[in-house]
C-alpha cells in the first residue's frame, strides 16, 4: 500500500503476571506457586540469585493477536509472540549501577543477538540505552520490556535471564515464565480537569478469568523522583480506603470485571508502574501491574492536515471562516506546530485564543514543546510517518523505539501510526498512545479488498467490510492495552479517486459514520478525520453535517469513552448473514451500547455500500455484573434522547427497536443523566448556532471557503 498521509510522501496487565519472590525483603507478601495453580494463574517465577541484588516483583505478558478476519495479498503469519514487561526492584542494601554494558542474557542470548536473528522485534533492556547507565537505589524498581516476534517467544513458554550485576560473586538467575494471563489491567486511564494537563484521578479496570472470585484490596504508583530519572521508580503508599470500587464491595466474580477510581493528587507527566493488590476469598494476595506513561486523557478529535497546500489565494489556518468550520465539526487538535500568523495570535482577541488547535507532530525542538507554556497545546508527538512502510522500506521496530526514545525524559506522550494489522503487532509497546489509519472505500490500504467475500462470494475493488474496521481496532487495543488507543478515521479527501470503478472520491455520509462508529464502539479516546484539508472540506460539503452528528455525539458521550473500557463484542447473524455487530463499552457511570448494521451491500452501479430502512430487531448485550440493572436505558444521538422497549435479566439487557446504520444506547443508574444528556446536547448545539457559519448547509458559506481556492485556469 502507498499512504497518502502528507508525511509519508515525504520520505497483558494482561494479567501482569505475578512472580514467585523467594527474596524476604520485598515489602511485599510473597505469593506461593500453589496459590497461583489453585487460581489457574499463570505464574512467572523470579529465583534470586545469591546476594539477592534484583527481585523480580512482577511480569506484565500481552500475548500477540492477530486477526483472522483481515485478507491480504499475501499468506498472514499466525506464529504469535508476545510484550513482557518484568518488574525489577533492588533487593539490596546498596544502589545498583547497570550500564549499558552490563551483560544481560536471555536463553543464553543477549537483546542484540535476539533482534539480529529476529526472535525480537524491539527491547528497552540496558544496553538499548547507550551511554546511559541505570542507577538504582536500594528499594527502587526500574521495568524492562521485550516484543518477541513469533510463538518461541510467546504464550506458554519460559526463559532464564542473567544480569552480571557488577561486583557480584555470580550473575543474578531469573527464571521467567511466559504464560497465557488470568487476571489482568485491561484499561488504565489518568483523568484530569481542564485547567491543569496534571491528571489528579486513576480509573482502572480489572478482568478476572480465574475459577473463583477476587475482591480488589488496594492499589499503588511507582513514580521517579524526576522526569530525567524515569527509568528508576520508588513506591508510593498504598491506597486502599479512598478508592471508589465498582461493583462497591470490590469482589470481582470468576469471569466478570472490576475496577476502581482513586484521586490520587496532581501527577507528574512522566511513567509509572501502578500496582493493583487483589486477594482471593482466604485473603491470599495477588499483585498485577502496569507500566506507561501519566497523561491526562481527553477525547481530542483532529482535523489532520489542515494548514497550507497548493492554489489556495491564502493559508486555511489564518481564515476565521476555515476555523469557524472546523470548530463546528468539533475539532480541536491538527497536525501543526507552531506556525507565524496563526500559533502566535495569543492576545485577548487573538486567532489561536479565540480558536485554538492541539499540536500534534515531531514537537521539535523538545525544550520548547516541552515548556509549561505550550503543553497545555499538546496532543502528541508524532514523528515517524507509517514505519511499517517507511517510503517502501518498513522501518525496524528497534529503530522506530530508538527514535522515540529522546522523548522519555520529557513531558511529551509519543504516538505512532500503524498501518497493517498483519504485522503491527511487531511494534505494540513502542508509543504511549498509539494509532492506526485505515479507509475502507476508494482509499490506499494495506489489505486486499477483492480477497473479501462479505456479501455472497461477490468481490469488489473498490471497498472492503466497514466492520473491519472495529476488527481492526480491537486488535491494536489489546496489543497496547492498558493504554488508550486512537484511531484515524475517513473523511473527505480531494484527491483520491478512481478506485475499481468508483467515481466518488471520499465516503458517503453513511460510509463515514460507520467506519467512525465501529472504531468508537471498540473504544478509543481520540478520533482523527483525515484529512479536513480546506480543498478537501470544500470537495464533499455532505460529509460536514455528518462529521458534526458524530462529534456532537462524541463530547455529549466521552466520559463514557474516557472512563470506560471495552467489555463485550458480538457478532450476531440473520439466516446465516451478517446482522448486527454489537458491543459495550462500560464504566462506573453505566454503559454505552452500539448496534452496528450489517445489513448493508454494495451498490453495483454508483460503486457505494447502501443501507437499508430501519428495521424491527430484537438487540441482546450482556453487561459487566457491576453495572447490575441500571435504573435508565434510552437510545442517544446528535438529534435527542429517544425512550426504547427494554428489559434486564441476568446481567443482560434486551432491547426492541426500530433501527439502522448506528443505534447508541446509555444504560445507567446515574440519577438524572437523561436529562443531563439532553442538556448537554443542547448547549453544544446553541455553540454550533452561535458560530453563524454552516458551509454544510449554507451555500454561501460554502462560496466564502472556496473562494480561498485558486481554480485552474479551463
Wanted: a neutral charge.
Amino acid at each position: 500500500m502507498k499512504s497518502n498521509h502528507p508525511h509519508q510522501r515525504k520520505n497483558h496487565e494482561l494479567p501482569k503476571t505475578p512472580c514467585h519472590r523467594v527474596s524476604p525483603r520485598s515489602g511485599i507478601t510473597a505469593v506461593s506457586v500453589g496459590v497461583f495453580t489453585a487460581f489457574c494463574l499463570a505464574f512467572v517465577s523470579a529465583m534470586i540469585a545469591s546476594g539477592d541484588e534484583l527481585a523480580c516483583e512482577g511480569v506484565h505478558v500481552i500475548p500477540h493477536v492477530q486477526s483472522k478476519e483481515m485478507r491480504y495479498r499475501n499468506d498472514t503469519d499466525f506464529s504469535l509472540g508476545a510484550r513482557v514487561e518484568i518488574f525489577l526492584r533492588n533487593s539490596s542494601a546498596e544502589t545498583l549501577t547497570i550500564p549499558a554494558s552490563t551483560e544481560i542474557r536471555l536463553r543464553g542470548r543477549t537483546p542484540e543477538e535476539l533482534l539480529r536473528s529476529d526472535q525480537w522485534a524491539w527491547h528497552d533492556l540496558p544496553s538499548a540505552w547507550g551511554d546511559q547507565p541505570l542507577q538504582l537505589p536500594a528499594g527502587a524498581m526500574t521495568v524492562w520490556s521485550w516484543n518477541g516476534k513469533r510463538e518461541d517467544w510467546g504464550t506458554k513458554t519460559e526463559a532464564e535471564m542473567s544480569v552480571a550485576i557488577s561486583g557480584a560473586n555470580k550473575p543474578v538467575r531469573l527464571p521467567i515464565r511466559i504464560d497465557e494471563p488470568k487476571v489482568w489491567l485491561s484499561a488504565v486511564t489518568y483523568l484530569g480537569h481542564s485547567e491543569n494537563v496534571q491528571p489528579d484521578a486513576v480509573i482502572f479496570h480489572v478482568v478476572n478469568r480465574t475459577s473463583g472470585p477476587l475482591r480488589l484490596d488496594a492499589c499503588r504508583l511507582w513514580l521517579p523522583e524526576s522526569g530525567a530519572n524515569w527509568r528508576v521508580l520508588r513506591p508510593q503508599p498504598w491506597i486502599k480506603d479512598l478508592l471508589k470500587r465498582f461493583p462497591a464491595d470490590g469482589l470481582i466474580p470468576a469471569n466478570e470485571r472490576g475496577g476502581a477510581r482513586v484521586a490520587v493528587g496532581p501527577l507528574p507527566l512522566t511513567y509509572a508502574a501502578f500496582e493493583v493488590r487483589l486477594v482471593d476469598t482466604s485473603g491470599k494476595p495477588l499483585t498485577i501491574w502496569s507500566h506507561q506513561r501519566i497523561k491526562r486523557e481527553v477525547f481530542d478529535i483532529s482535523g489532520g492536515w489542515v494548514h497550507g497546500g497548493k492554489g489556495l489565494t491564502r493559508q486555511p489556518i489564518e481564515s476565521e471562516a476555515f476555523h469557524k468550520t472546523l470548530r463546528r465539526i468539533y475539532v480541536n487538535t491538527a497536525h501543526i506546530m507552531d506556525i507565524p500568523g496563526y500559533t502566535d495570535q495569543t492576545g485577548p482577541d487573538g486567532l489561536y485564543t479565540r480558536f485554538p488547535l492541539k499540536y500534534f507532530g515531531s514537537l521539535l525542538p523538545i525544550e520548547h514543546y516541552d515548556s509549561d507554556a505550550i503543553l497545555p497545546r499538546i496532543h502528541a508527538v508524532e514523528s515517524l510517518g507509517e514505519p511499517q512502510y517507511g517510503g517502501g522500506r518498513p522501518v525496524p521496530p528497534q529503530d522506530c523505539w530508538k527514535a522515540l526514545s529522546i522523548y522519555a525524559p520529557t513531558r511529551l506522550p509519543t504516538s505512532v501510526t500503524h498501518s497493517e494489522e498483519r504485522v503491527w503487532r511487531f511494534y505494540a509497546g513502542i508509543s504511549d498512545y498509539p494509532h492506526y489509519d485505515a479507509y475502507r472505500v476508494t482509499a490506499p490500504s494495506a489489505d486486499s479488498w477483492s480477497k473479501y467475500d462479505r456479501w455472497q462470494g461477490q468481490r469488489i475493488r473498490w471497498g472492503a467490510p466497514l466492520e473491519t474496521i472495529g476488527e481492526m481496532s480491537r486488535s491494536l487495543r489489546e496489543l497496547n492495552r492498558p493504554r488508550p488507543t486512537a484511531y484515524w478515521s475517513q473523511g473527505p479527501h480531494h484527491d483520491w479517486n478512481g478506485y475499481g470503478g468508483r467515481k466518488r472520491g471520499s465516503p458517503t455520509p453513511d460510509e463515514l459514520r460507520l467506519q467512525a462508529y465501529h472504531a468508537l464502539a471498540s473504544r478509543i479516546t481520540s478520533l482523527y478525520w483525515f484529512n479536513l484539508s480546506l480543498r478537501s472540506v470544500s470537495a464533499f460539503p455532505d460529509l460536514i453535517e455528518p462529521m458534526t452528528r458524530v462529534g456532537r455525539e462524541i463530547r455529549m458521550l466521552e466520559d463514557y469513552y474516557l472512563e470506560g473500557d471495552a467489555t463485550s463484542h458480538q457478532r450476531v447473524l440473520r439466516d446465516g448473514q451478517p446482522d448486527w455487530d454489537l458491543d459495550v463499552v462500560a464504566g462506573p457511570r453505566g454503559a454505552l451500547l452500539f448496534a452496528l448494521d450489517l445489513a448493508y451491500a454494495p451498490d453495483p452501479d454508483e460503486r457505494v455500500f447502501r443501507f437499508g430502512p430501519p428495521r424491527d430487531c430484537t438487540l441482546r448485550f450482556p453487561l459487566p455484573a457491576y453495572i447490575g440493572a441500571p435504573s435508565d436505558l434510552f437510545r442517544v444521538d446528535a438529534d435527542g434522547v429517544t425512550s426504547v422497549d427494554h428489559r434486564f435479566d441476568a446481567n443482560a439487557v434486551e432491547i426492541r427497536d426500530c433501527v439502522s446504520r448506528v443505534a447508541i444506547y446509555v444504560a445507567t443508574g446515574e440519577p438524572g443523566e437523561r436529562e443531563r444528556l439532553e442538556a448537554l446536547r443542547q448547549t453544544l448545539i446553541a455553540g454550533e448556532n452561535a458560530l453563524g457559519f454552516d458551509p454544510g448547509r449554507n451555500p454561501e458559506d460554502l462560496a466564502v471557503l472556496r473562494e480561498m481556492i485558486v481554480k485552474k485556469p479551463d
